[in-house]
Antibody
Framework: QVQLVQSGAEVKKPGASVKVSCKAS????????MHWVRQAPGQGLEWMGIINPSGGSTSYAQKFQGRVTMTRDTSTSTVYMELSSLRSEDTAVYYC??????????WGQGTLVTVSS | SYELTQPPSVSVSPGQTARITCSGD??????AYWYQQKPGQAPVLVIYKDSERPSGIPERFSGSSSGTTVTLTISGVQAEDEADYYC???????????FGGGTKLTVL
């Protein structure tokens, strides 16, 4: 069955970077796009960007351009999301989710990133 | 930047029909998707491509589209349907994704 397993919770100081991983299994890794979505405490879902695991091309939401980098490792079927220059407003649960087009049909369990001094 | 607009809350009694709307200028050009999220859980896709229902999703969930507005309809609402619902789509170029602000469905 399709599984997306994310790395564990992180606590970071303001100004630092965080790198979250998402390991895929149960399907052909390069046949589906991977999105990153975040959700701040008590808030709604926010789309951050998308990576094509086949060629590595990316598209980032304008809000995060310059601060986010999405990469993939096809040898381990893993995608990564790195967010830099962290601030308290980046405290959120970060999800990876796969899609054939824009439908997010499978989600990771979420990774809580806490930014605090 | 492109935005999708949803009502913050909708309330219905059990057995009634709930309708949640989502408005956006690019919706005539881009499909809409709907997600259900319960507290402490990841979202679940309940409608894709405006009106298609994934396998395993109850038939009481349906979607429709008219111009710049899409609608999620839940017929015969059950207590277990109480959750947050989010619409999602892409901008007119199909480059950037976007979520609506979410609608809290309360089953009275």
């Amino acid at each position: 069955q399709v599984q997306l397993v994310q790395s564990g919770a992180e606590v970071k100081k303001p100004g630092a970077s965080v790198k979250v991983s998402c390991k895929a299994s149960g399907y052909t890794f390069t046949s589906y796009y991977m999105h990153w979505v975040r959700q701040a405490p008590g808030q709604g879902l926010e789309w951050m960007g998308i990576i094509n695991p086949s060629g590595g091309s990316t598209s980032y939401a304008q809000k995060f351009q310059g601060r986010v980098t999405m990469t993939r490792d096809t040898s381990t079927s893993t995608v990564y999301m790195e967010l830099s220059s962290l601030r308290s407003e980046d405290t959120a649960v970060y999800y990876c989710a796969r899609s054939e087009s824009w439908e997010l049909s499978g989600w990771g369990q979420g990774t809580l990133v806490t930014v605090s001094s | 930047s492109y935005e999708l607009t949803q009502p913050p809350s909708v309330s219905v009694s059990p057995g009634q029909t709930a309708r949640i709307t989502c408005s956006g200028d690019a919706l005539p050009k881009q499909y809409a998707y709907w997600y259900q999220q319960k507290p402490g859980q990841a979202p679940v896709l309940v409608i894709y491509k405006d009106s298609e229902r994934p396998s395993g999703i109850p038939e009481r969930f349906s979607g429709s589209s008219s111009g710049t507005t899409v609608t999620l309809t839940i017929s015969g609402v059950q207590a277990e349907d109480e959750a947050d619902y989010y619409c999602q789509s892409a901008d007119s170029s199909g480059t950037y994704g976007v979520f609506g602000g979410g609608t809290k469905l309360t089953v009275l």
